[in-house]
């Protein structure tokens, strides 16, 4: 079963090894535990539902606070604070586009909000009911999951859009193809959400980003359905597809996906690499994505975050022996960067482009550790996200925020994020450990993917005191460094003030009208990714 105030499933539980706690004890002090605001508390205050009743329709208390939130820390802060106050009246379930269609009728005949749920994973606050005279219904796809058609000779498969990521693939899988879209959500994250936050899987690079892989579909829109074939490709004026992805539930319900799919590769590998300094691994991979060498992914971690990955691993003897063994090559504890390469296809293409890519990487000094970091990042990647929920039972709070920028900004953007991160808690007299990655690279620059961990205040109210002039302080240095407020999270509402940094006014207008002429009542999603 999925826990109902942390992240996955709660039979799944992911230690800190001792070198972490150390680790985080040295940097932060000692955790400040707090206990969690009980369920039975919640499921007491979920106040009587607005809404007139429908078959399709439960009312159901822990139905509606499982559907009040996301997984974003000020979600976590207030479930498991207590300080959660708004539920939607009730939660819809449809399976079928004839029940979606009925559903949106009901809340044009009624004058209710409709919140389209695909996974719940959002880390922006997409999901957050907000208070208003008018009743919410939570429109979750979780029974709106079938495969509808896979053609192996056009390389296109239909879903319904609340298919989850395991179960997409494993489909897919079953039938010798696969999707490759591997958002570290995967487990809980649906098609549809996918689809509409703009979403980033980590072999991005070989398989592409969503927009690449959304090859049409259906939105059942309150002006009507938006239908959207898949062409390979297509010059008849501008691309329908792109209102869709990022439209955050504010357009419409995302019923049938085509997507893109590929054969399952003979490889897919992944080595690490080190480098003595940030400055060689920066300058390694920018190098590398400008020789459009075909990597799958890379994954360079800066120095801190190098340091932080290894005492959280594990993996004690191992890492132990792989130290000693990149001193002797010349690669020193302090300072070192950890970098993941990975490649997908023929065996013999695989080989070469390995063998290319090592060559470059080597003129930066980078010296190879082969594939077991690699394996271990595959077999931990899913369950990464589990230590947040290990981490919170030890008093500490733990987010991550994200951004793009030109290569010629790369550094100074990751190096001024970190400062006012770590700046912004002098205010409270707490340390803040923050590290990045670069998490997508591209020919032009780069993602940039900040985490920062902070002791959990003695209230909820302070501890999201805290992460707000955090998120502000970084958010305003991304927006001032010109660079994009998301590079795969979404809007929401924690990046709507600094949305019209990068749209423009007249951007806006154009972004407005449109939320508008679909939904002229404003009844879906409101208030999220633009007011
Ligand atoms: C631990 C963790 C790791 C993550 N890692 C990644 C990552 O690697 N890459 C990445 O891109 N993101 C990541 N995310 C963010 C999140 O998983 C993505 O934003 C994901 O795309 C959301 O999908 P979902 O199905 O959970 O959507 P939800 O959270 O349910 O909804 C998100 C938004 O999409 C809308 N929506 C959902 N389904 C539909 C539909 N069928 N029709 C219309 N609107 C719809 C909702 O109304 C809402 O506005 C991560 C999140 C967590 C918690």
């Known amino acids: 079963m999925q826990r109902w105030n942390g992240w ?124 208003g005279d008018r009743p919410v219904l939570s429109l979750s796809l979780k029974r709106f999951n079938r495969l509808i058609d896979l053609s192996p000779t056009s390389l296109l498969a239909t879903f319904e859009s609340g298919v989850l990521g395991l179960d997409l693939e494993t489909q897919l899988m079953a039938r010798g193809f696969t999707f490759g879209h591997y958002p570290q959500s995967f487990e809980f994250s649906s098609l549809g959400g996918w689809v509409a936050t703009r979403s980033s899987g980590q072999q991005s690079s070989h398989y592409g980003r969503i927009e ?135 065996k013999r293409f695989v080989k070469t482009a390995r063998r290319e890519s090592f060559s470059i ?16 990042w595959k077999k931990s990647r899913f369950r990464m996200p589990y230590l947040r929920n290990t981490l919170w039972d030890m008093g500490y709070a733990v987010d991550t925020l994200e951004t793009a920028v030109t290569w010629n900004k790369v550094a100074t953007t990751m190096e001024e994020i970190e400062k006012v ?14 590290f990045s990655h670069l998490s997508h690279v591209y020919s032009t620059g780069s993602s940039i993917y900040t985490t920062f961990m902070f002791r959990l205040s003695d209230t909820p109210e302070e501890t999201l005191a805290r992460w707000k002039t955090i998120k502000k302080a970084a958010s305003q240095t991304i927006v001032k460094a010109g660079g994009t407020i998301s590079h795969q999270h979404g809007v929401g509402v924690d990046h ?16 407005r009208q449109l939320c508008f002429h679909l939904d002229p009542e404003k009844r879906m999603n409101p208030n999220k990714l633009l007011d």
């Open 8 to 131: 996955g499933d709660d039979t799944v539980h992911v230690d800190l090894p001792v070198q972490g706690h150390n680790l985080l004890c040295e940097l932060l002090g000692k955790g400040n535990v707090k206990a969690d605001y009980p369920l039975e508390k919640f499921i007491n205050r979920i106040p009587t539902s607005r809404l007139p009743h429908h078959t399709l329709i439960s009312t159901n208390p822990k139905e509606r606070l499982d559907h009040s939130h996301g997984q974003s820390l000020p979600d976590w802060i207030s479930l498991r604070g207590g300080t959660l106050q708004h539920f939607p009246d009730g939660v819809a379930l449809p399976s079928t586009p004839e029940e979606i269609i009925e559903l949106l009728d009901f809340s044009e005949k009624h004058n209710v909000v409709v919140i389209p749920f695909g996974g719940g994973t959002s880390v922006v606050g997409h999901l957050q009911v907000q208070e």
């Open 212 to 346: 690449q892989l959304f090859a049409g579909g259906e939105l059942v829109t309150p002006k009507g359905i938006l239908r959207i074939p898949p062409f390979p490709a297509s010059a008849a004026g501008p691309d329908l597809r792109h209102i869709v992805l990022g439209s955050e539930g504010r357009l419409g319900v995302l019923t049938k996906v085509i997507i893109r799919i590929s054969h399952i590769p003979e490889k897919d590998d992944v080595s690490g690499v080190f480098f003595p300094s940030w400055d060689h691994a920066k300058d390694a991979v920018q190098t590398l994505a400008g020789a459009g060498i075909p990597f799958s992914m890379i994954r360079l971690s800066n120095s801190a975050e190098t340091m932080t990955n290894l005492a959280l691993a594990g993996h004690e003897k191992q890492i132990a022996l792989m130290r000693r063994f990149l001193r002797l090559r010349g690669i020193p504890e302090k300072g070192a960067c950890m970098c993941l390469v990975g490649f997908i296809g023929t």
């Open 361 to 376: 990487l080597r003129q930066y000094k980078g010296v190879s550790v082969g594939k077991e970091m690699g394996e271990i």
């Open 421 to 434: 991160i770590k700046e912004s808690m002098a205010p409270w007299n707490e340390k803040v450990h923050v």
């Open 496 to 511: 709507k003030p600094y949305l019209e940094a990068e749209k423009g006014s007249v951007g806006m207008s154009a972004i």
